[in-house]
């Protein structure tokens, strides 16, 4: 555990020792499930997690915890702590619970997500579940990195349908109307019904809403039944290789992505050319198109 704890921390903090293990440990790992958790802030998302982590600890199994959180504009951490909301399973080593900041990634999701679940997985977690940091519809991007998605929403957060309209409806494999017992739940279980009608279904798997009061435990069981027949779905019907695939795509093209930004950083940092670039946008003599371009040449030649 504690040399898990660490080998996560060098990844996090990009240190070449850590990318090494991690390429020998990645051979290792596809086994486990893994649950992405989205929807939007305030809708219970973390008390849900912890809800299931207890479920499969009473049946045996291994659990990881990927809790995604903001960054703190000063020290560059996760500023949430959803470690501290599941302190109660703090000495059960069958649970590893990992906190990550954003960092600036889009999509609610640490670029460090796919490493860490990496680990987790070559653990041997049975079930890894990635909780977003609950940035609306930016958080679609958790589809990328799961075999199945949760959405979770609450009444009385405004216009729930059309948050869900953004983007959601289409990665959803498995709904949770969560605080059932608030008034506006049977109007929000409503909606997301007739919103999801005529929606196609996913790998062959019809989408499923599950009401739920998280703080209670009432509706868990029944969520956590749907969530193990989404996986046996998708390994019957041969689409537990293609989401594994699919993850793999979104590691990739992710990983790619911050390798840009960062020399991109570093150029406009450092270099002549590319701060005379940025010299050129603040006169006016260049539009930020015509400066983007010229830059993208630079960098895909190196310079």
Same mark, same amino acid.
């Given at each position: 555990?504690?040399?898990?704890?660490?080998?996560?921390?060098?990844?996090?903090?990009?240190?070449? /020792?850590?990318?090494?293990?991690?390429?020998?440990?990645?051979?290792?790992?596809?086994?486990?499930?893994?649950?992405?958790?989205?929807?939007?802030?305030?809708? +219970?998302?973390?008390?849900?997690?912890?809800?299931?982590?207890?479920?499969?600890?009473?049946?045996?199994?291994?659990?990881?915890?990927?809790?995604?959180?903001?960054?703190?504009?000063?020290? +560059?951490?996760?500023?949430?702590?959803?470690?501290?909301?599941?302190?109660?399973?703090?000495?059960?080593?069958?649970?590893?619970?990992?906190? #990550?900041?954003?960092?600036?990634?889009?999509?609610?999701?640490?670029?460090?997500?796919? $490493?860490?679940?990496?680990?987790? $997985?070559?653990?041997? %977690?049975?079930?890894?579940?990635?909780?977003?940091? =609950?940035?609306?519809?930016?958080?679609?991007?958790?589809?990328?990195?799961?075999?199945?998605?949760?959405?979770?929403?609450?009444?009385?957060?405004?216009?729930?349908?059309?948050?869900? %309209?953004?983007?959601?409806?289409?990665? +959803? $494999?498995?709904?949770?109307?969560? *605080?059932? $017992?608030?008034?506006?739940? /049977?109007?929000?279980?409503?909606?997301?019904?007739?919103? #999801?009608?005529?929606?196609?279904?996913?790998?062959?798997?019809?989408?499923?809403?599950?009401?739920?009061?998280?703080?209670? =435990? *009432?509706?868990?069981?029944?969520?956590?039944?749907?969530?193990?027949?989404?996986?046996?779905?998708?390994?019957? +019907?041969?689409?537990?290789?293609?989401?594994?695939?699919?993850?793999?795509?979104?590691?990739? /093209?992710?990983?790619?992505?911050?390798?840009?930004?960062?020399?991109?950083?570093?150029? #406009?940092?450092?270099? *002549?050319?590319?701060?005379?670039?940025?010299? =050129?946008?603040?006169?006016?003599?260049?539009?930020?198109?015509?400066?983007?371009?010229?830059? #993208?040449?630079?960098?895909?030649?190196?310079?």
């Amino acid at each position: 555990m504690a040399a898990a704890a660490a080998l996560m921390r060098s990844l996090d903090d990009g240190e070449p /020792e850590a990318r090494a293990a991690l390429r020998a440990l990645y051979a290792h790992a596809g086994r486990a499930h893994v649950v992405g958790v989205t929807g939007p802030p305030g809708s +219970g998302k973390s008390t849900l997690v912890d809800r299931l982590v207890e479920l499969a600890r009473k049946e045996g199994r291994s659990v990881g915890v990927v809790a995604v959180d903001p960054t703190s504009p000063v020290s +560059g951490g996760a500023v949430l702590g959803d470690r501290i909301r599941m302190q109660r399973h703090a000495t059960d080593k069958g649970v590893f619970i990992r906190s #990550l900041a954003t960092r600036g990634s889009l999509g609610g999701l640490s670029a460090s997500v796919f $490493d860490t679940v990496t680990v987790l $997985d070559a653990m041997g %977690k049975d079930l890894i579940l990635i909780e977003t940091a =609950g940035v609306g519809q930016d958080g679609v991007k958790v589809a990328g990195a799961a075999h199945t998605v949760l959405v979770v929403l609450s009444p009385g957060m405004g216009d729930d349908i059309q948050a869900i %309209k953004a983007g959601i409806l289409e990665i +959803g $494999d498995v709904y949770a109307v969560n *605080k059932a $017992d608030m008034a506006d739940a /049977e109007t929000l279980e409503r909606s997301l019904h007739l919103a #999801l009608d005529g929606v196609p279904s996913r790998d062959g798997w019809q989408r499923v809403i599950v009401k739920t009061e998280a703080r209670s =435990g *009432k509706g868990v069981d029944e969520l956590a039944v749907m969530l193990r027949r989404h996986r046996e779905s998708l390994a019957q +019907g041969g689409a537990w290789e293609r989401r594994s695939q699919a993850m793999a795509k979104a590691a990739f /093209e992710e990983l790619l992505e911050v390798g840009v930004r960062t020399r991109i950083k570093k150029n #406009l940092a450092s270099d *002549k050319a590319w701060k005379t670039l940025l010299e =050129g946008l603040a006169c006016r003599r260049m539009d930020p198109r015509a400066a983007a371009q010229r830059g #993208l040449r630079r960098l895909l030649r190196g310079t």
